[in-house]
């Protein structure tokens, strides 16, 4: 006999009929009845109308029937409460039935039913149930507990039941205590801050006990709640760890998961010398590729987290790269994974091979796997500079394919790769350019426009190029408007002459025909800068551009932490924190890793030891330099700032922007009433008065609008050295020269005193430099105004460019000056604060920044201290980034601040800092880590003279 | 947890619905239907998110099982238990079909309930499931069988139930290996690795405790320090075989294998998989496949593939199939084998070259001539790998057997009165050579 016939009932009055069977005397009609019911129950007909029918039939001692009935109970009890009511003598009885089956049925089906006064009459079978000499009926009553505690969680504490069930994790049966363990988790997760999972070292005792003993899936119940204990010491954390180890030989993917979180956590408090470790991260990698044999829904999962583990921990599978490639069979998704994996594991050692095969795959099928294909070869040039050239020339073979997405996948990637190493492979422009026509998407077309502008003197027809963008302009999306605006700026900057009238249609399109903000904030800008000070703009646009991540995509670190300690959950595969997509209270406490024990130095744990005492991070120590990354990695960093589309120059210019509008700003409020319609005609005027020549400033609302006074750009409280004697009278004829060297806005001047102390009249002055460290030269001719009479002062102030030619001094920063006037040359020299060299962009992205201290070797690092500094850290930041000293990051350990800042030099050499600042104790000390290491003296000595200043 | 489960046909309809928590409501059932079901695209992921419910769905032929939830479940938990679902379905009636789905949908329902509270996975041994849930009631069943079956169900040896006896005692291993390759033109490994089973039929009295034991080189090297060192480097040398990992049925003591790397267990009855393990160095590679692809104008392909078998002249490979797959746009295809026989399957656009049996160290060879009609298509043919399938009689990875002893200490049988058998099969998995 089969049951697929209840499916096909389907006639008019079907209910009716059902209800005649449902009432039958005969057992077996009645049975056949509810079997209709049920199968019309599944497909979504409404039968509720039949309930006190069904019920009637719950009497009964046949199993099946009453599983059945039971199931309707479930689904229908809630839409008819008083009806239900009749049902609850019948699970009270079987609660007390003989047969440890039928007990535990009850209890379980009758904490599925969500009718409170149900409820109420479920407490005392529980009770009895949660001590039932059964062990069955006993595990079924732990998770009852949950079940009622979902409905009515004041009930379950009032009742008493909390209690209970924790007294359940000493039960000698080790499903129950998996079940035990699996429903107080979960009420736990409810009350975030609760004592509930009360976890000590006897209670971790007992779950590694029944760990080895209980089903597959109570083992990761347990696996999962042990995840959750901070172990006391590296001591504890080892021995857990060395119990936990076994479960990675586990048949079951998901032990295997839950045992590699468990390690992956306890592993951070555990000593990096220790043998122990090493072999730890060993016995890792084997289960992990093992995961990828499983089916392929599995693979997906260990995949997404095999994802993150790389990014934490790198080591763990860097020998293994072949097991990630791709499989002609394998579902799209999984193929997808693998490489994301490949591009993250991909090295000097192994590029040869990952090239060989992702080439292979730029000919697939699915086009999602070919474009990243594509976009993996461009990241691997940029990670591996080795590999760069044959990236490219690969690159170049499938642009050649002429298949319509590979070839602007190609583009884009090619832009980074500029990017990253400017001046080398500019020779393929011209292929790039003959592909112009088939891009079509935005992407595409703004990393090709990117690539013209910023090539614009190597592309003869660059004009021509980008005059074809521009007709159809307002089509574009904002990411190529945007670019092509920029794009166009910068060809004017490079060929002024030719290209006036093509910079004055894109302004005029930007700033009058769009409604984007953006994109007329832009054109406003470039405009004023073009008619203020084309040097200024050419300074801005054409800047140098911020280095560029090595590693692309990566989580940000508190994230990857948080998720880390979410191995194989749904956390983990969407590599979103569960607040993210879990509703209500659950899952919203935030976890962390442990801190690292370091030196010997144990971490305290919280008195309590429990769930809360892991949702607050345990207090880290910092021991030593070599563990600065992992508290770097521990930072509470503030969310990430989105960056644009990939507007180059705007980073540049950032400062710039602020300036100015901040100045317009100011002149805005600082009007009367009518500075309302002065701002109309403000920014309306413009592009009828602009003027041919963008020299001649631009006359009314807008030149007021943009009036930007002469302090504007100097960031308050910026330290400037006093001026110092240079050149003593007695060694110049006569000749005293004292100077000092200031930054502002971007330019460094010297600037200085001249006095005559000689009896005859100086003139005909002029400067030079001999070469220096940063290239220091004079940018124009010194200015004095002659002559120079006896005992006679002049202020002169000398623009400085750091183009000059370039010499190592010592000290760094001497600079050496020969000065003439028309009686003699005189030579002197002088030392320059550092500071004048660090550039306005110096601020690193937190990414990049955690990614180049990483990258720096340790050997670079010099540590020094500033004795009697009375600054708190946030002043000493403050004026530490007037001298364009940039505080990325601050954190507070112990009451000492740590301040993580950056600063780049005007010849691209960046130097990282951490100072440390401990409130009533005037020292400061500072860790500088430098790829040129030289620099770090000079670097230190300047944070003195700022701070003490 | 897991909120509900939900079992479908191919047009979408649901063919079992359970509900398990209050926040998965009857919504999430069409929404999967028609976000997925419906959607008629290849499935870009296993997990869909749709309105902040997650779906984990696994298809098995024509029917989609999925789980649902709203929290932050055990991912890898849940597609392990969609798994286990469908192998304790299987135990109970088959093949997964709609026809026996309906067929069965009240067995599904029971065991539904049993193996999933309130979301959480339970006993799912079909061993154990089989004693209880039985489509017959537990009527007859006295108080020590009830309580038999429920200390069955929880207890630490879930997979066996006491009292079992057989007149004969005797078990089959079965060593399964399938060996996977991904090799270059040019007959370079890309990469290579041998994903391996023992599967044991059981057929043993009481509750014997049994020990497994293998070439495992840390094994041997170890019995070899032990014992005299210098025949110990000889056999140590060629027969015993680095195994990268391996994985175990949960009735193999785990702490036992961590520390001693032993092998203990007492095993389920009747047939089961016993380990999984995985090897890469040293495999032998059975066949070897020279691919050589012409393009002859635009509109013609010429193919010669030849197949080398690299093992012992006295074995025989079985059921070989060379399939070599042809462009889109061929239009005609003549084919000379040497042996076997030859077809172009158009709907599968490959050329499937089937032998029946092939000795060791022999070598045959195809050729294949492919007019191709004109195409405007600019994107090339992407050449997907040749693949092989065949069945050999030997374990790719070199794994022997060494012993399985059992002892019953209750029972007056001893390891000699059971009859033991072992066979090796070594079967293609995923054998591609790029072409």
């Known amino acids: 006999m089969t049951d697929s016939k209840y499916f096909t009932t389907t006639k008019k009055g079907e209910i009716f009929e059902l209800k005649a069977e449902l009432n039958s005397d005969k057992k077996e009609k009645k049975k056949e009845a509810v079997k209709k019911v049920i199968a019309s129950m599944t497909v979504g007909k409404d039968v509720s109308a039949l309930f006190p029918d069904v019920v009637n039939c719950m009497q009964t001692d046949n199993l099946e029937l009453k599983k059945l009935v039971y199931l309707y109970l479930m689904n229908y009890a809630k839409s008819q409460p008083d009806m239900a009511i009749m049902a609850v003598n019948t699970f009270v009885k079987d609660c007390e039935d003989p047969n440890p089956l039928i007990r535990a049925l009850a209890v379980r089906t009758m ?103 209980c089903t597959e899936w109570g083992q990761i119940f347990i696996l999962d709640c042990l995840a ?63 995961l990828l044999s499983a089916e392929p829904e599995l693979q997906y999962v260990a995949l997404r987290n095999i994802n993150l583990i790389v990014q934490r921990r790198p080591e763990i599978l860097k020998h293994e790269m072949k097991v990630f490639f791709v499989k002609y069979n394998d579902p799209i998704y999984v193929k997808l994974e693998k490489l994301d994996i ?608 | 947890m897991i909120g509900g489960l939900f079992i479908y046909n191919h047009k979408g309809e649901v063919l079992i619905s359970r509900v398990y928590r209050d926040d998965i409501g009857r919504n999430a059932v069409d929404a999967f239907r028609v976000n997925v079901i419906h959607a008629r695209q290849q499935v870009r992921s296993p997990v869909t998110n749709i309105a902040r419910t997650s779906f984990f769905h696994v298809k098995r032929s024509n029917i989609w099982l999925a789980a649902v939830t709203k929290q932050n479940v055990n991912a890898a938990m849940v597609f392990e238990f969609l798994y286990k679902m469908c192998d304790v ?52 069943q006295t108080k020590e069988e009830q309580s038999q079956i429920t200390s069955q169900v929880t207890g630490q040896i879930g997979w066996r139930r006491e009292g079992i006896k057989y007149r004969r005692n005797e078990l089959f291993l079965d060593v399964l290996e399938s060996v996977n390759l991904l090799m270059s033109p040019q007959g370079q490994v890309l990469s290579a690795h041998v994903s391996g089973r023992v599967v044991m039929k059981s057929y043993l009295s009481g509750m014997p405790e049994c020990k497994f034991g293998m070439n495992d080189k840390i094994v041997i090297d170890k019995q070899g320090k032990g014992a005299a060192s210098d025949d110990a480097g000889k056999s140590s040398g060629k027969q015993s075989i680095a195994i990268d990992d391996c994985t175990f049925h949960q009735c193999v003591r785990l702490s036992k294998f961590d520390s001693e790397r032993s092998i203990s267990f007492i095993p389920p009855d009747g047939e089961y998989e016993l380990m999984r393990y995985r090897t890469t160095k040293d495999i032998i590679l059975p066949f070897r496949v020279i691919p050589l692809v012409r393009e002859v104008g635009r509109t013609k392909l010429e193919v010669k593939v030849v197949i080398k078998s690299n093992f012992k002249p006295s074995l025989l490979a079985q059921k070989i199939e060379v399939r070599i797959p042809t462009p889109l746009n061929t239009s005609g295809v003549q084919v000379i084998c040497m042996k076997g026989k030859a077809k172009y399957k158009a709907s599968e656009n490959a050329i499937v070259w089937k032998i029946k049996r092939m000795a060791g160290m022999k070598e045959s060879q195809i050729s294949a001539e492919i007019e191709l009609l004109p195409t405007n298509d600019k994107k090339k043919w992407a050449r997907p790998p040749i693949s092989m399938n065949f069945e050999v009689p030997f374990a790719p990875s070199g794994l022997k057997v060494r012993y399985l002893k059992v002892f019953e200490s209750k029972l007056n049988y001893s390891d000699h009165d059971v009859i033991k058998w072992v066979r090796y099969i070594g079967r293609s998995g995923i054998y591609e050579t790029r072409c």
């Open chain 1, 111 to 213: 904490g599925c039913i969500r009718v409170d006064k149900i409820t109420e009459y479920l407490c005392e079978p529980l009770r009895k149930c949660l001590k039932d000499e059964d062990p069955y009926v006993r595990k079924t009553a732990a998770v009852c507990v949950a079940k009622l505690h979902d409905i009515n969680a004041q009930l379950v504490e009032d009742q008493g039941f909390l209690d209970t069930l924790k007294d359940l994790i000493s039960d000698s049966n080790p499903m129950v205590v998996a079940n035990a363990v699996a429903a107080l988790s979960e009420i736990a997760e409810s009350h975030p801050n609760s004592n509930l999972l009360d976890l000590n070292p006897q209670t971790i005792n007992k779950l590694l006990t029944a760990l080895n003993e």
């Open chain 1, 228 to 290: 959750n204990y901070t172990p006391r010491d590296d001591r504890e954390s080892q021995s857990i760890c060395e119990r936990v180890t076994p479960r990675l030989s586990h048949a079951n993917s998901a032990v295997v998961l839950s045992a590699v979180k468990v390690l992956m956590k306890f592993m951070e408090m555990l000593p990096k010398d220790l043998d122990y470790y090493g072999t730890l991260l060993k016995k890792l990698a084997p289960p992990l590729v093992t």
């Open chain 1, 342 to 949: 490949m591009i993250r594991l991909a090295s000097q050692a192994n590029i040869a091979q990952v090239l060989a095969e992702l080439k292979e795959y730029a000919t697939e099928v699915d086009v999602d796997f070919v474009r990243k294909a594509v976009r993996a070869i461009g990241r691997c040039a940029i990670k591996v500079e080795q590999s760069a050239e044959r990236c490219v020339s690969t690159l170049l073979d499938l642009i050649q394919t002429k298949v319509n997405y590979v070839v602007q996948e190609a583009i884009v990637v090619i832009k980074d790769i500029f990017r990253k190493y400017p001046n080398k492979y500019e020779s393929v422009i011209a292929t790039l350019c003959e592909n112009l026509d088939s891009l079509d998407e935005p992407e595409a077309r703004a990393a090709m426009i990117w690539i013209v502008g910023e090539y614009a003197e190597r592309i003869d027809n660059a004009d021509e190029l980008l005059e074809s963008f521009l007709e159809g302009f307002h089509d574009e999306s904002t990411q190529v408007q945007l670019q092509l605006l920029t794009a166009i700026v910068k060809l004017f900057l490079k060929k002024p002459t030719e290209t006036q009238e093509l910079v004055q249609q894109v302004l005029s399109l930007a700033t009058q025909d769009s409604d984007n903000p953006d994109l007329r904030d832009r054109g406003y800008i470039y405009w004023r800068l073009l008619s203020t000070d084309p040097v200024a703009a050419k300074e801005v646009v054409l800047a140098e551009k911020p280095l560029i991540s090595e590693e692309t995509d990566l989580i940000e670190p508190t994230l990857l932490e948080e998720l880390i300690c979410h191995i194989g959950t749904l956390a983990s595969v969407y590599h979103k924190p569960p607040s993210a997509f879990v509703e209500g209270s659950r899952g919203v406490q935030h976890k962390r890793l442990p801190g690292s024990a370091g030196s010997g130095e144990s971490v305290e744990s919280p008195d309590t030891g429990s769930a809360a005492g892991v949702s607050e991070a345990p207090p880290a120590v910092i021991p030593s330099q070599g563990d600065l990354l992992e508290d770097l990695l521990n930072l509470d960093l503030t969310p990430p700032t989105t960056t644009g589309p990939p507007p180059p120059a705007s980073s540049g210019m950032q400062m710039g922007a602020m300036d100015l509008l901040g100045g317009g700003l100011d002149s805005l409020l600082g009007g009367d009433l009518g500075g309302g319609p002065a701002m109309g005609t403000g920014f309306g005027a413009p592009p009828a008065a602009m003027p041919a020549s963008f020299n001649v400033p631009v006359s009314g609302g807008l030149d007021d609008l943009f009036d930007l006074g002469g302090g504007v750009g100097m960031p308050m409280g910026v330290f400037n050295p006093p001026k110092t004697v240079w050149l003593p009278a007695m060694k110049a004829k006569g000749l005293e020269i004292s100077g000092t060297f200031v930054r502002r806005a971007g330019v460094i001047q010297m600037e200085m005193t001249l006095t005559n102390k000689a009896m005859s009249v100086m003139t005909d002055f002029a400067i030079q430099f001999n070469r220096n460290s940063f290239g220091l030269a004079p940018a124009g001719p010194l200015q004095v105004l002659t002559p120079l009479s006896p005992n006679q002062s002049i202020e002169a102030a000398l623009p400085l460019s750091t183009v000059g030619p370039v010499m190592k001094m010592e000290p760094l920063n001497n600079l050496q000056v020969a000065v003439k006037n028309n009686i003699d040359v005189f030579y002197f020299s002088c030392q320059y604060p550092i500071s004048m060299l660090f550039a306005e962009d110096g601020k690193m992205e937190r990414q990049v920044f955690l990614a180049t201290w990483k990258d720096i070797p340790n050997d670079n690092e010099s540590q020094f201290q500033i004795k009697d500094c009375h600054l708190n850290s946030d002043a000493a930041s403050n004026k530490l980034q007037g001298s364009n000293i940039f505080t990325i990051a601050k954190r507070t350990v112990e009451g000492q601040d740590m301040l993580y800042q950056s600063m780049k030099l005007t010849n691209g050499i960046w130097v990282l800092a951490e100072l440390r600042v401990q409130a009533g104790n005037p020292n400061y000390t500072i860790s500088l880590k430098c790829r040129a290491p030289e620099v770090s003296q000079c670097v230190f000595q300047n944070y003195e003279m700022v701070l003490k200043n």
């Open chain 2, 89 to 140: 379905m299987t135990a109970y009636f088959g093949k997964i079909s709609e026809e026996n789905i309906k067929n069965n949908f009240v067995l599904i329902y029971e065991l539904l309930d049993e193996i999933l509270d309130f979301g959480y996975p339970q006993n799912s041994e079909t061993g154990a499931l089989k004693t209880f849930i039985t489509q017959q009631g537990i009527k007859g």
